[in-house]
C-alpha cells in the first residue's frame, strides 16, 4: 500500500466515521473502485484507532466526568448521578454491537463486503434516515434516555457490521426515532462509539502490527483522527441548524453509482 492510498482512505475514515455515510462502506468500494490491493479488516482497524483518538480528544471533557462517575458508582453501589447513569446507558448500549460483531466478524471480513449488498445497504439506510429525521419528534433531551432506549440504539449499531449501514447513522437514526433531537441524538451516537471502537481495535491490533511496513498504517491513523476531529465539529455544528436530508441524497447517490459499477462490471 502506498502513503497516497493510506492518505486517502485515512481520510474517508475519518470523516465518513462521524457523518451518517458509512466508513465501512468508503473503505470498502475506494480499493474495489480504484483497483487497489484490499487493505483488510485489520488495516479498517487501525483506521477506526485514529478516530477514536479523535473522539477521545474532541470530548475529553465528557469522558473525564464520566471515568470519574464511573469509579463513584463502583465505590457506592449506585447510579446516582447524570453522569453515572450515563455511562451506565452507554454500556447497556454497546453490548449488542460487541456481541454481533464478535459472533460475525468472519462474515464482515467476506460476504458484508460485497459491493451490491453495500449499494443497496447506502440507499435502503440513506432513505431511512431521511424520512425519520422529517418525521421524529425531537421534544426529548438526552437526560430523559432509558434502559430501553439505550438497547434500542444499540440493536441499531449493530446493524452497522454490513458495510453501507453507518454506525453513526444508524444511532442517529434509532436516537432521533426516540425522540432525541439531533445534537443530542449525535452526541451520544459519537460517545458510544468509544468502547466498541476500542475492543476492535484492541482485538485486530497484534494483526495490523505484523503488517512488513508499519508506515502507512501509521499514517492512515494520524489522517483519520484528524479527519475525524474535523468531521465531529462540523456535523454537530451543521445537525443544530438544518436537518440530515443533504446525507441521505448523497448516501442515495453513492448506492446507485456503486450499483450500476457493479452492473457494468458483471457483464
Do not use: N
Not at 5 to 24: H, K, N, T, W
Not at 254 to 265: E, Q, T
Amino acid at each position: 500500500m502506498s502513503l497516497f492510498q493510506a492518505v486517502v482512505l485515512g481520510v474517508l475514515q475519518g470523516l465518513a466515521e462521524f457523518l451518517p455515510i458509512s466508513s465501512s462502506a468508503h473503505l470498502a468500494l475506494a480499493p474495489w473502485a480504484f483497483g487497489w490491493e484490499e487493505p483488510g479488516l485489520a488495516f479498517d482497524v487501525a483506521l477506526h484507532a485514529g478516530t477514536l483518538v479523535a473522539v477521545l480528544w474532541y470530548f475529553r471533557k465528557d469522558w473525564i466526568a464520566l471515568t470519574r462517575a464511573g469509579f463513584d458508582a463502583l465505590r457506592t453501589r449506585s447510579l446516582a448521578t447524570e453522569d453515572s447513569r450515563r455511562l451506565a446507558l452507554l454500556v447497556v448500549g454497546t453490548v449488542p454491537g460487541a456481541v454481533i460483531g464478535y459472533l460475525l466478524q468472519k462474515q464482515a471480513e467476506s460476504m458484508f463486503r460485497a459491493p451490491v449488498l453495500t449499494g443497496a445497504a447506502l440507499i435502503v439506510m440513506g432513505a431511512v434516515l431521511w424520512l425519520v429525521d422529517r418525521r421524529a419528534d425531537t421534544t426529548r433531551p438526552l437526560t430523559t434516555m432509558s434502559w430501553k432506549d439505550a438497547v434500542l440504539i444499540g440493536l441499531a449499531q449493530a446493524c452497522a457490521i454490513v458495510p453501507g449501514v453507518s454506525r453513526s447513522g444508524a444511532t442517529i437514526t434509532a436516537g432521533r426515532a426516540l425522540g432525541f433531537d439531533r445534537a443530542g441524538a449525535a452526541t451520544f451516537s459519537f460517545l458510544m462509539s468509544m468502547p466498541i471502537t476500542a475492543a476492535a481495535a484492541a482485538l485486530k491490533a497484534p494483526e495490523a502490527l505484523r503488517a512488513p511496513d508499519l508506515t502507512p498504517v501509521f499514517v492512515g491513523m494520524v489522517t483519520a483522527g484528524v479527519s475525524g476531529w474535523f468531521a465531529i465539529r462540523v456535523l454537530l455544528r451543521y445537525v443544530q441548524r438544518r436537518g440530515l436530508g443533504i446525507f441521505a441524497l448523497y448516501r442515495l447517490v453513492l448506492g446507485l453509482v456503486v450499483l450500476a459499477l457493479a452492473w457494468s462490471r458483471s457483464g
